[in-house]
T-cell receptor, first 115, second 115 residues
Framework: EPEVTQTPSHQVTQMGQEVILRCVPI?????FYWYRQILGQKVEFLVS????????KSEIFDDQFSVERPDGSNFTLKIRSTKLEDSAMYFC?????????????FGQGTRLTVV | AQTVTQSQPEMSVQEAETVTLSCTYD???????LFWYKQPPSRQMILVIR??????QNATENRFSVNFQKAAKSFSLKISDSQLGDAAMYFC????????????FGAGTRLTVKP
């Protein structure tokens, strides 16, 4: 069963530090996403990525955030200067074809704690 | 903007009994997809069931079924013959048919199954 994997499962970082969250999507998937869930709140869309560029981003995804697919397999989310309010569970997801009713596969999440 | 509301942060059910998880959503679109995802502890979200808005028939997957009320914008999940392995966080999600990037989640319902 193919699955999306995320590393690390838990990251603790000091406020102001840069953090990179890593994801390995399913190999034949073409669309990639990052979502986050602040404790007790809704899962929120951050960004989608297709053909090596951002296809859509939410208002949460400001200049502190960036994504890239550095080597054709990993899909990373970078937060340049973390803030306390960035503490959340971050989920990566991928789909085979973004414009059809296809299932989105999610990773198990990375819990980011900013102290 | 589309929003998804899960009004039950926590639910519990006795093993072998039936439980219904509520979900309502707000949209001005006529064509969309609805999903229920299950997230076991420390595991990735997995798709439980999905419903296309243009279909009147309620989706069913084994012990899982939905009650889709399009006019009321309600999409509840019924789990019959609950099993201990059903214990998880359940997320209701909405996805626009015209924009695959636009997938909105509720805050989740934590389901506990009592033996």
């Amino acid at each position: 069963e193919p699955e999306v994997t995320q590393t690390p499962s838990h990251q603790v970082t000091q406020m102001g530090q840069e953090v990179i969250l890593r994801c390995v999507p399913i190999s034949n998937h073409l669309y990639f996403y990052w979502y986050r869930q602040i404790l007790g709140q809704k899962v929120e869309f951050l960004v989608s990525f297709y053909n090596n560029e951002i296809s859509e981003k939410s208002e949460i995804f400001d200049d502190q955030f960036s994504v890239e697919r550095p080597d054709g397999s990993n899909f990373t989310l970078k937060i340049r200067s973390t803030k306390l309010e960035d503490s959340a569970m971050y989920f990566c997801a991928s789909t085979r074809n973004g414009f059809m009713n296809t299932e989105a596969f999610f990773g198990q999440g990375t819990r980011l704690t900013v102290v | 903007a589309q929003t998804v509301t899960q009004s039950q942060p926590e639910m519990s059910v006795q093993e072998a009994e039936t439980v219904t998880l509520s979900c309502t959503y707000d949209t001005s679109e006529s064509d969309y997809y609805l999903f229920w995802y299950k997230q076991p502890p420390s595991r990735q979200m997995i798709l439980v069931i999905r419903q296309e808005a243009y279909k009147q028939q309620n989706a069913t997957e084994n012990r899982f079924s939905v009650n889709f009320q399009k006019a009321a914008k309600s999409f509840s999940l019924k789990i019959s013959d609950s099993q201990l392995g059903d214990a998880a966080m359940y997320f209701c999600a909405y996805r626009s048919a015209s924009n695959n990037n636009d997938m909105r989640f509720g805050a989740g319902t934590r389901l506990t199954v009592k033996p």
